[in-house]
């Protein structure tokens, strides 16, 4: 059952819609309840949504997103969690020594935190998917950046995408 959910969810999702509209289709058309869909449906509130825009019109076709939500740990230790959706992203290797794509979540003067983006192969590698769930620290006027990545030196490119994630409870 498990697998039909995934598949359905996969599929649903290929028609372009985000994971959490997938997850409700799952849960509306199928009448089940998808384990860990609270954490969906909490990142398809407004709130936890931070639109990503290109920050030079040389990249003007790349769009994405951030979803902010609790993380899926015991109460005791409640984390944040992000995930971030990238399209039309140029080729890396078009921008320089890159191979890949990462996201950055970033405090400014706090705390940053860094995490691979891998693409998404319904799209020709110019969709790019990527999550952390091991925030602790409280995201107020976050900045999250999308930018290329050379996958062996470490080391991040410029920023293509870029929004600002304000917490607002």
């Not at 649903?12 to 860990?36: D, K, L, P, W």
């Not at 984390?79 to 400014?108: K, W």
């Not at 999550?131 to 006027?141: A, E, G």
């Not at 470490?154 to 409870?169: A, E, M, S, T, W």
């Amino acid at each position: 059952m498990k697998m039909l959910v995934l598949t359905f969810i996969v599929l649903f999702s290929a028609f372009n819609c985000n994971t959490a509209e997938s997850v409700f289709a799952a849960e509306h058309f199928m009448g089940i309840e998808v384990s860990g869909s609270k954490d969906f449906h909490e990142a398809s509130n407004p709130e936890n949504i931070v639109i990503l825009n290109a920050v030079n019109s040389s990249y003007s076709a790349a769009e994405g997103s951030a979803y902010f939500y609790e993380a899926p740990f015991p109460p005791s230790f409640p984390r944040t969690a992000v995930r971030i959706e990238a399209y039309n992203l140029p080729e890396p290797s078009s921008l320089g020594d890159f191979q890949g794509y990462e996201g950055v979540v970033f405090v400014p003067s706090e705390i940053t935190w860094r995490f691979r983006m891998y693409p998404l192969s319904e799209n020709g590698n110019k969709s790019w998917s990527g999550s952390f769930d091991l925030i602790t620290y409280k995201l107020d006027n976050a900045e999250i950046q999308v930018r290329p990545y050379n996958i062996e030196k470490g080391k991040g490119g410029p920023v293509i995408l870029k929004g600002l994630f304000r917490y607002n409870r």
